[in-house]
């Protein structure tokens, strides 16, 4: 894959489709972003192509001030979708971006829970099935209220309130953030204000999440945030028919409020 991906990245470069090319290389066993200007460069052969993740469009939005033209970006189904998103919030120029597309390994798929492991056009052909989604944990399965309640309560209990969900997050790009306002969560509780805290992020979220994991890697506490997360997910497409990160040109129903009578059809 290696190989592929740096005959790519060469050539993007060299027939003029980019200006610049994005991507990662291995020093000292740390993952860095790498900016290529010319074809030439030599830490185009050491392009990452292995299963450790880093979310692409938050390098992408920091390098595009700084290069006039095109910015070809190595970056994966998951990547490509977080771009999309921040495109609508207007963070991010996606006439401006050249997706490389890298497909995950079959380990990573599964690993992840992953149905979408290979973007459009990858660099290289994929050996690689879609994953089923992972499976829920006894208890939240179950039909009653009071027994879902109890399940997440009992993960919720062990946060420690150390953002790391948040500032993980490559959508989570608001100035404000809903989870520091006092009059919404307290501070000075760890855990914090139970179930507050964890339902305000999943609902803020609820438009934008593509499902790339960042936050559940990110959780010191092992709190199945994906689940979460999907399981919101999957509420809001069925009443809206929505899914982010499929469509620029397709608006989340968030962007705009409507009538009154709007909302109550789907009461």
Request: net charge negative; with cysteine.
């Amino acid at each position: 894959m290696r190989e592929e991906l740096a005959r790519a990245i060469r050539e993007v470069l060299e027939e003029g489709k980019a200006q610049a090319a994005l991507f990662l290389v291995e020093k000292d066993g740390k993952l860095l972003p790498h900016l290529a200007r010319d074809a030439s460069d030599p830490a185009i052969e050491a392009a990452y192509a292995g299963d450790r993740r880093f979310a692409m469009s938050a390098f992408t939005a920091i390098a595009l001030p700084g290069v006039e033209g095109k910015v070809a970006v190595v970056g994966r189904e998951c990547d490509r979708r977080m771009m999309i998103e921040l495109a609508k919030l207007n963070h991010l120029d996606l006439e401006r971006v050249l997706l490389l597309g890298l497909p995950c390994s079959q380990e990573l798929a599964d690993a992840c829970g992953c149905d979408h492991p290979v973007p459009p056009e990858p660099v290289a052909e994929p050996d690689v099935s879609p994953a089923p989604g992972p499976a829920r944990e006894e208890g939240e399965s179950e039909a009653s209220t009071a027994g879902r309640l109890e399940y997440w309560l009992e993960h919720f209990s062990r946060c420690i309130r150390c953002y790391g969900c948040r500032n993980s997050c490559p959508l989570c790009i608001c100035k404000e953030c809903a989870i520091e306002r006092e009059e919404l969560v307290g501070t000075g509780s760890y855990p914090p204000d139970i179930p507050i805290f964890h339902i305000i992020r999943a609902l803020d979220m609820a438009d934008r999440c593509i499902d790339c994991g960042m936050c559940e890697l990110s959780c010191p506490a092992d709190i199945p945030l994906r689940e979460l997360y999907r399981g919101v997910r999957e509420v809001f497409k069925g009443v809206f028919g929505y899914e982010p990160g499929l469509s620029p040109e397709e608006k989340s129903p968030m962007a705009f409020l409507g009538e009154p009578a709007d909302f109550g059809a789907h009461e």
